[in-house]
Each structure stands twice: as structure tokens, then as C-alpha cells.
């Protein structure tokens, strides 16, 4: 059940979708003689049947002091009860308001400090005895925070990327200067430039992708063990595995390019040659 409270904006919810969180420190002026900044009897009476207390369902019935079980076997117990008794506490520390929508949690934000402060009777120059927490703006710290880890992991993967490209060049280029006898002899009896260079890009290419395929089998296991041993829960996509094979290709080509190119440019003669 939904409370309408201030305005049309603003909707006191137990569960809320769109939450802005008020509350109010011990000493503050909203108190359980007046619950929920002086509500109308009739608001105030369904209000505060709804006010969270721990470890108790709270019954709209404030003058008994008996504590009842439920039909789920749970205690149940007048809120005044639970904070005198339990919680040694006479004011309301915090409730979760609904908006209407996504959009109109700033409005409800400003309507509910509006009040307040007019419930608290505070000046123009006096300072919240209270704050209210928009659970929009935790949202969005969440997702700046997630964007920031992908680009900050994007960038540790680009520089593996490219050390690891930088070794397949270096073990192309020793693999060309080792084999310059037999890219002469293979040009000397006809093979054009273009084989050879398409050779050296293939083993180029291969190479890569062997690497992709061992870190694409090192990325499944750590993610079946995981769950396993921490209990995060993981999820090893398809589309990813695709990407990472493709990838992988790409990178054997633009390192393996140069080397391949180096052999396809030698001299048949100079080649036969070498020592």
C-alpha cells in the first residue's frame, strides 16, 4: 500500500523503485508523538503503519504493549513498542519515499527537504538537522564507477595487446634473418614475392591465435573455478570468445606485417648468399 504524502510527486513506499532516502539524527524534531513530520491523523495512523523497525512487523495499534505472533510464526509488536523497549529510541531514524517515476525523484527530493525544514521550523541560515539521499545519484556513481573500470581494464588489455604483438614481430623478424637461405632458394625457382609474404603473415597469424586460444581456455577455467572457490558468479559469453579469436587474428596480421614484407622483399641472389 502506498501513502500519498506533500504533493503529487512525492509517494511513501515500503519496497520503492525510485528511492530517495530521508533521516533524521537522535535529537531531531520528528519524533514517534508526531510521526512522519506531523501528518494528517489519518495519513499519519497508515504511515506509521508502515515504518520500518528491524526484526519486527509493525501493527497500527499504538497503545498496546503486547507482543503477538503472526500466522507466519513471526513476532509482531506496536513500532512505539519496539523502539522504547527494544531499540531504546523515541525518534523515527530513517524511511524510504517513492517517487511517481525515474524523473520526478529530484522533485520529490526537493519537496521532502522543503518540508522538513518547514516541520523543523529551521531559519534560512540554519543548516539541515537532517539529509536526504537520492538513490538516483548511487545509481549513477555506480555506472560512472563501472564505466571507469571497463576503460581502465580496456587500457591494461590494449598494453598486453601490444607487448604481445611487439613479441610476435621480434619472433618473426629472428624467423626471416634464419631462413633467408631458403627464401632465396624459394625465389630462385619461381615463387613471387606475394607467396612468400602471404607465407610469413600465416605463420604470423597462427601464432597469434594459438596465444588467443590458450588465453581463451586460461579465461574458462578461472571462470568455472570462481564461482567455485569465492562465489562470484561468472559468465563465460560466446560472442566474447568470437571476438577474442578475431581479435587475436587482427593482431598477428598488423605486427606480422612488416616481417612478412621484409622477406618478401630480399634480393634471390643476396639470399643464397647469406651464411
Known amino acids: 500500500m502506498n501513502t500519498r504524502l506533500a504533493g503529487p510527486r512525492i509517494v511513501a513506499s515500503h519496497e520503492p523503485r525510485s528511492t530517495v532516502t530521508t533521516s533524521s539524527p537522535p535529537g531531531s524534531r520528528t519524533r514517534t508523538g508526531a510521526p512522519y513530520a506531523k501528518l494528517p491523523a489519518a495519513q499519519a495512523a497508515e ?22 505472533s503472526t500466522r507466519e510464526g513471526r513476532p509482531s509488536s506496536p513500532f512505539t513498542t519496539v523502539q522504547k523497549k527494544l531499540l531504546s529510541i523515541t ?7 517513492s517517487a511517481i517515476s525515474p524523473a520526478a525523484t529530484y522533485t520529490a527530493e526537493q519537496q521532502i527537504t522543503d518540508l522538513l525544514r518547514q516541520r523543523h521550523k529551521l531559519g534560512p541560515n540554519q543548516e539541515n538537522d537532517f539529509f536526504v539521499r537520492n538513490m538516483t545519484d548511487v545509481a549513477e556513481t555506480a555506472d560512472e564507477t563501472n564505466r571507469i573500470m571497463t576503460i581502465l581494464l580496456g587500457s591494461i588489455a590494449s598494453v598486453s595487446l601490444m607487448v604481445g604483438g611487439i613479441g610476435i614481430m621480434n619472433i618473426m623478424l629472428v624467423s626471416v634473418t634464419e631462413r633467408t637461405r631458403e627464401i632465396g632458394i624459394r625465389m630462385a625457382i619461381g615463387a613471387r614475392s606475394s607467396a612468400v609474404r602471404t ?27 570462481i564461482p567455485k572457490l569465492l562465489g562470484w558468479p561468472t559468465l563465460v559469453s560466446i560472442t566474447s570468445i568470437v571476438g577474442s579469436v578475431l581479435f587475436s587474428a587482427a593482431v598477428g596480421i598488423f605486427f606480422g606485417y612488416y616481417p612478412a614484407r621484409k622477406a618478401a622483399g630480399l634480393d634471390p641472389i643476396e639470399a643464397l648468399r647469406y651464411e
Open 47 to 68: 504511515a506509521t503503519a508502515h515504518a520500518p523497525v528491524p526484526h519486527a512487523s509493525v501493527r497500527p495499534t499504538p497503545r498496546s504493549h503486547t507482543i503477538t
Open 91 to 97: 525518534h523515527i531514524q530513517f524511511s524510504y519515499i
Open 199 to 225: 607465407q610469413f603473415l600465416i605463420e604470423s597469424i597462427v601464432l597469434s591465435v594459438f596465444g588467443g586460444f590458450l588465453g581463451i581456455l586460461i579465461g574458462v577455467l578461472l571462470s568455472v573455478l
